[in-house]
């Protein structure tokens, strides 16, 4: 995932793994309830909360030092951001094409909450010392919270409609141009 050198990730990495899985899920079909796909979400999610927690404790070591800004460049270039900004991008993909399994484990996990908080003590670390330069997770955070909560409000929109409207059945119709009237399909193709 990283590359050697230079200590930067590879996000082609989390693209070509987001395709693998994809694969695997649409080989086995049923998209929502695939315990191994449930097991690999958790392990992303253990990964991030680990990340969090690592930084958190980071952050909370500088904040009783002193502005010293050998602290302020390790904390940006430490290893665990890494590992959160590859975690966070490849949930992100994977939100993109299998978003309700990866809303279920952002709940299960909390992980809306963690980002928040680390977001809110980062930023606040960062002003505090007028640092310019933002860490590398911070991006693929943002859009992470943005695509669970475009599910979340989705998913709350198809309930209150499913709800409301479960028991109407939709009548599929066709025109005739000739008789200029709506005919009902037959119950076979009215699905």
Not at 64 to 92: G, P, V, W
């Amino acid at each position: 995932h990283l590359n050697q050198q230079s200590n930067i990730y590879i996000p082609t990495t989390d693209t070509k793994l987001v395709a693998l899985i994809l694969t695997e899920v649409l080989r086995d079909g049923f998209l929502f309830h695939l315990p191994w796909c449930d097991d690999f979400l958790e392990i992303i999610a253990n990964d991030i909360k680990t990340s969090y927690s690592y930084l958190i404790d980071l952050l909370d070591k500088n904040l009783l030092n002193q502005y010293n800004e050998q602290l302020i460049l390790n904390f940006l270039n430490d290893h665990k951001n890494s590992i959160l900004f590859s975690r966070t991008l490849l949930i992100s993909l994977l939100f993109k094409e299998i978003p309700f399994p990866c809303a279920r484990i952002t709940e299960k996990f909390s992980l809306i909450h963690y980002f928040s908080i680390l977001i809110y003590r980062t930023t606040n670390y960062l002003i505090k010392f007028n640092e310019k330069k933002t860490p590398t997770w911070l991006t693929s955070a943002f859009i992470f919270i943005d695509l669970y909560e475009k599910i979340s409000v989705a998913s709350r929109r198809y309930s209150i409609i499913n709800q409301n409207y479960r028991d109407y059945k939709r009548i599929w119709q066709w025109f005739d141009e000739r008789t200029l009237q709506w005919y009902n399909y037959s119950e076979v193709h009215n699905k």
